[in-house]
T-cell receptor, first 111, second 112 residues
């Protein structure tokens, strides 16, 4: 069964450093998303991406965040200068026929 | 602003004891209501999408129903492996494939 994959599973970084989280969406899906979940809180939308451009972004997705689809398979989320409050699980998702599938997540720990 | 409220926050059941989880929502035009299962430290696992009031979907011991204001996830004769957090989310009908807005989830524990 096709699935969304994410790397790394856990990333530890120091405050102020740049991180890149990677995702491989399901191959025939067209819409891609990043969400995050701070420990003990709800899943929150960050950004959606379609046809090689951002279609919607939340207030959380400020100038420190960017997304790219550098090739036909990968989808990345970059945080330019991490803050302590960026510590969370980051989930990639892709959608087909009304079903939005999530990856296993990357746990980002900012120290 | 789209809102999703789930109740109860936590539920403990004996194995075999059936119950229901509630998801109340407000959205300016519903494209779909989604149910997910989430295990600790994992990503949400897709269960169902419901699109219109009166619709029902079933999968093993789970059945999801939808009205114009809320959705229920009924769990029949649960087993310990059904223990997880169950998340409800709505997608608004605003053109394109909109983001999902999630509730805080119901943490379900099934006691053997």
């Amino acid at each position: 069964e096709p699935e969304v994959t994410q790397t790394p599973s856990h990333q530890v970084t120091q405050m102020g450093q740049e991180v890149i989280l990677r995702c491989v969406p399901i191959s025939n899906h067209l819409y891609f998303y990043w969400y995050r979940q701070i420990l003990g809180q709800k899943v929150e939308f960050l950004v959606s991406f379609y046809n090689n451009e951002i279609s919607e972004k939340s207030e959380i997705f400020d100038d420190q965040f960017s997304v790219e689809r550098p090739d036909g398979s990968n989808f990345t989320l970059k945080i330019r200068s991490t803050k302590l409050e960026d510590s969370a699980m980051y989930f990639c998702a892709s959608i087909l026929a009304g079903e939005q599938y999530f990856g296993p997540g990357t746990r980002l720990t900012v120290t | 602003e789209d809102q999703v409220t789930q109740s109860p926050e936590a539920l403990r059941l004996q194995e075999g004891e059936s119950s229901s989880l509630n998801c109340s929502y407000t959205v300016s035009g519903l494209r779909g209501l989604f149910w997910y299962r989430q295990d600790p430290g994992k990503g949400p696992e897709f269960l169902f999408t419901l699109y219109s009031a009166g619709e029902e979907k079933e999968k093993e011991r789970l059945k999801a129903t939808l009205t114009k204001k809320e959705s229920f996830l009924h769990i029949t004769a649960p087993k310990p492996e059904d223990s997880a957090t169950y998340l409800c989310a709505v997608q608004a009908l605003r053109g394109g494939n909109e983001k999902l807005t999630f509730g805080t989830g119901t943490r379900l524990t099934i006691i053997p």
